[in-house]
């Protein structure tokens, strides 16, 4: 079935997100990036460019490169501004040529021609729209498509006309801030009061929101359509001109190629201030003069950018108070901050933001791609995804058996996807055991006794055989109701049994998330306790097989090797007895040596019909030492 | 500031999660027609599940492959502007010391930075007398010089098997002489 995709149409940058698997998903554009640039132009030859190849020659050919049409989208020349600046104002700042159609319009000139908003928005939709069927690899016409919330009839029409021009059936338009709250979640909360605040490359814009029975409200918005991240950018290059400048005595700004570097190491040193103290801006051979070549090395406290922009972040609490006041609120009435925009993953911002709503804001989610992902949403939900209908449990608790040593052993682990189903071979623990008891257990903790016993059940009629052969292959399998069959089957015999278990859920939440709380509080010494019966189950290994090996191999072990094995072997299983694990680990290991030697001696005897023992490794043999004297790195006198 | 007023959302209005179907209740005897498509209904949504199952395998597949070709461009991206920093260095050594052995020491190792970027699958994009193609080149200068021709490299570009991961940044000539 065709899928819908969600698009964040923006003044900068677009995206496109879609649902896969009931997750939303950004997708790549063909460049290889999950941003595609708004930027469309003609160029010398005809040909049309979009994306990120039309903003890299923006410019060589500024006339026929157009930029930042969201600002023209649905205005008319001589009309009042409403968020925007007049049309003559935001005109004069671009590098084409935007020009008056007959009923007063906006359209702009490109390769000689014109153009209105609404067809150059389809451009960029056309190829977000082909970057996704190339990801898909099937076609897709039903998209959703944001704007902001302070959008005109005319601004949101000349949206969808543009959605239609690029071929897409529109199926809704949402709100940016009613996107990023999709993607939170925030459409199950009931009477609540959301402030959106989104802090992008070149705009800031706050919206105060209402849910209440599925549906969204705008009661406010406000923001600054010249206030972003590139300011902060700004800020930092402007500083380190003016540290160059006093250091070195050297302007920069006149150079273009430093200039270039100075902007992408003020990006770079931003983001990392992000996420620890300090950093260093590390620009060798930034410039020349006649004395040589100069080096930029500067070092940017986090305190030092903050302050650097303190008065950018100040700016947007201005527009917030107004937010509030026009929705009617005090910031103690809102019930969630949803944060939006690249710009927001600044500490400060953050700080800031929480301290003006006194609330912890949600910012789980990438905060660029927020919007597409909230659209992708609300595609799918509109689609009406037929895989609604069916909805997946997941099993909250772990599911296995009990093993040698009162030791867990997990067959399905939880949060697994039910149904499923799962198999494991398991064997016996000593010579001739005639029966294995299943004893079904359900929890987190390693240890069984720790965990809730789902059921028991004796499987018998196991043959007589060494511990270690018999096969039984235990099978878990859950279904759709979450009913748990556990079934022992004997590989040799045939002969199996089961048990039905209707209640491995019968917990309630409360008591899940218990367990699940005991066993990270319980870890360290569960580990503990698991790391000890593993060595003692180890230990007990191997003086089972020394003691095999002995027998088996009893003519060709000399008398004095084979008591020193039988003490070691009575050693070790007196410590047994005990609990001092590191005593068990050093006895074991001194008893794995004994038996080394006493292999290698099998061995070096002519033509020895040593069985392979599998419990011994065997360690390369000690290079025969002769006498003849082959010195070593000595230089002869010649 | 006066209060603005705000378009209907009417269409916002409409925001709602798919309800559950409400189950019919079965009446015993008549249903034949009924279940017959409640049980069609069923087939075609496993279905649909078993085919999105084996497109998001074959995607899952196309994505590893292509993480294993191109998982290095992070790397690569974070590691070429030493080298663009080396490049630098070698083109001011001053006149007095090109000759010093030590200063053809350095000389290897760029080289040999250069050449073990070219065994990953690292390229050069071509830049000195080329025409200036968006593709792989990023115009930051508009100067003097043949029309659409670049004058002068910025900044080396770089591509990744046939992927740009670099743009070369470039001066291009307006036309003027």
Not at chain 1, 36 to 56: H, N, T, W
Not at chain 1, 397 to 408: D, K, M, P, Q
Not at chain 2, 53 to 68: D, G, L
Not at chain 2, 84 to 106: F, M, N, T, Y
Request: aromatic share 4%; with cysteine; charged share 30%.
């Amino acid at each position: 079935m065709a899928k819908a995709i969600g698009i964040d149409l923006g003044t900068t940058f677009s995206e496109v997100a879609v649902m896969q698997g009931g997750e939303p998903v950004v997708i790549p554009s063909s460049e290889g990036g999950n941003t595609v640039p708004s930027f469309v132009a003609i160029s010398k030859s005809g040909e049309r460019l979009v994306g990120q190849i039309a903003k890299r020659q923006a410019i060589i050919n500024p006339e026929n490169t157009i930029y930042s049409i969201k600002r023209f989208m649905g205005r008319k020349w001589g009309e009042p501004a409403g968020r925007e600046l007049p049309i003559e104002e935001d005109a004069k700042r671009k590098t084409y040529k935007v020009v008056k159609g007959p009923n007063n319009e906006v359209k702009v000139a490109m390769g000689g021609q014109e153009y209105t908003p609404p067809e150059i928005s389809a451009m960029i939709l056309q190829k977000l729209k082909a970057d996704a069927e190339a990801y898909l690899g099937e076609k897709v016409t039903d998209a959703v498509i944001t704007v902001p919330a302070y959008f005109n009839d005319a601004q949101r029409q000349a949206t969808k006309d543009a959605g239609k021009i690029a071929g897409l059936n529109v199926l809704r338009i949402i709100n940016e801030p009613t996107a990023a709250s999709l993607a939170y979640g925030l459409d199950k909360k009931k009477d609540e009061t959301i402030a959106v605040y989104d802090l992008g490359g070149g705009t800031f814009d706050v919206s105060i929101l209402e849910i209440g029975d599925g549906t969204f409200q705008v009661k406010s918005t406000n923001g600054d359509t010249h206030l972003g991240g590139d300011d902060f950018d700004q800020r930092i290059m402007d500083w380190l001109i003016e540290e160059f400048k006093k250091d070195q005595g050297i302007d920069l700004s006149g150079d273009k190629t430093a200039l270039q570097r100075l902007k992408e190491a003020a990006e770079k040193v931003k983001i990392e201030l992000s996420s620890v103290q300090k950093a260093e801006v590390n620009l060798p051979f930034i410039t020349a003069d006649s004395s040589g070549p100069k080096h930029l090395n500067i070092t940017l406290t986090r305190a030092k950018l903050e302050q650097l922009v303190m008065d950018l972040v100040e700016k947007t609490m201005e527009p917030c108070k107004q937010a509030l006041a026009d929705a009617d609120r005090k910031a103690s009435q809102i019930d969630e901050v949803v944060l939006v925009g690249g710009q927001t993953r600044m500490p400060l911002v953050q700080e800031k933001v929480k301290q003006f709503f006194g609330k912890e804001p949600n910012k789980g989610v990438n905060p660029d791609e927020v919007v597409a992902i909230g659209a992708a949403i609300q595609a799918g939900v509109l689609k009406g995804e037929v895989k609604d209908v069916l909805l997946l449990d997941v099993t909250p608790l772990t599911l296995g058996i009990e093993t040698l040593g009162g030791v867990a052993t997990p067959l399905i682990n939880r949060n697994t996807t039910i149904p499923t189903s799962k198999t494991q071979v398991f064997s016996t623990a000593a010579d001739n055991q005639p029966s294995v008891e299943i004893h079904v257990l359900q929890g987190e903790r390693p240890m069984a006794a720790d965990n809730r016993t789902l059921g028991r059940f004796i499987l018998d009629g196991i043959l007589p055989a060494p511990r270690g052969v018999p096969q039984v292959e235990v099978s878990f399998d859950i279904d759709a109701n979450g009913i748990l069959s556990v079934k022992a089957k004997d590989k040799g015999t045939g002969k199996e049994q089961k048990i039905t278990i209707t209640a491995s859920s019968g917990l309630s939440k409360e008591d899940i998330e218990k367990m699940q709380h005991e066993a990270e509080a319980h870890a360290a010494e569960d580990t503990k306790r698991k790391e000890e019966v593993e060595t003692k189950n180890n230990a007990d290994n191997m003086a089972y097989s020394a003691e095999k090996m002995l027998n088996d191999n009893k003519d060709k072990i000399p008398e004095e090797t084979r008591k020193e094995i039988e003490d070691k072997i009575g050693v070790l299983r007196t410590a047994l007895q005990g609990s001092d694990v590191e005593d068990i680990k050093a006895k074991s290991q001194e008893l794995s040596e004994l038996m080394q030697k006493a292999g290698a001696s099998v061995y070096g005897q002519q033509g020895g019909q040593a069985e392979p023992d599998a419990q011994s490794e065997q360690t390369e043999e000690e290079p025969k030492k002769d006498d003849e004297g082959t010195v070593e790195g000595e230089f002869r006198e010649v | 500031m006066k209060k603005e007023k705000w378009p209907e959302d009417s269409e916002d209005k409409e925001l709602k999660r798919k309800q559950k179907e409400p189950e019919d209740s079965a009446d015993t005897g008549k249903a034949q027609p009924e279940e017959k498509s409640e049980a069609e209904k069923y087939l075609d949504n496993w279905r649909r599940t078993q085919a999105d199952f084996v497109n998001y395998k074959k995607r899952t597949e196309q994505e590893k492959e292509e993480t294993v070709k191109f998982g290095n461009s992070m790397l690569l991206l974070a590691l070429l502007p030493i080298l663009d920093d080396l490049q630098r260095a070698l083109d001011s050594v001053p006149e007095d010391l090109k000759d010093l052995p030590w200063v053809e020491g350095i000389r290897l190792i760029e080289r040999k930075f250069s050449s073990s970027l070219e065994t990953q699958g690292v390229k050069l994009i071509k830049t000195e007398g080329e025409a200036f193609d968006p593709n792989v080149h990023e115009a930051a200068l508009h100067v003097d010089g043949d029309d659409g021709m670049i004058v002068e490299e910025l900044q080396k570009g770089y591509k990744l098997y046939d992927r740009v991961i670099r743009p070369a940044v470039v001066a291009v000539g307006n036309g003027n002489k």
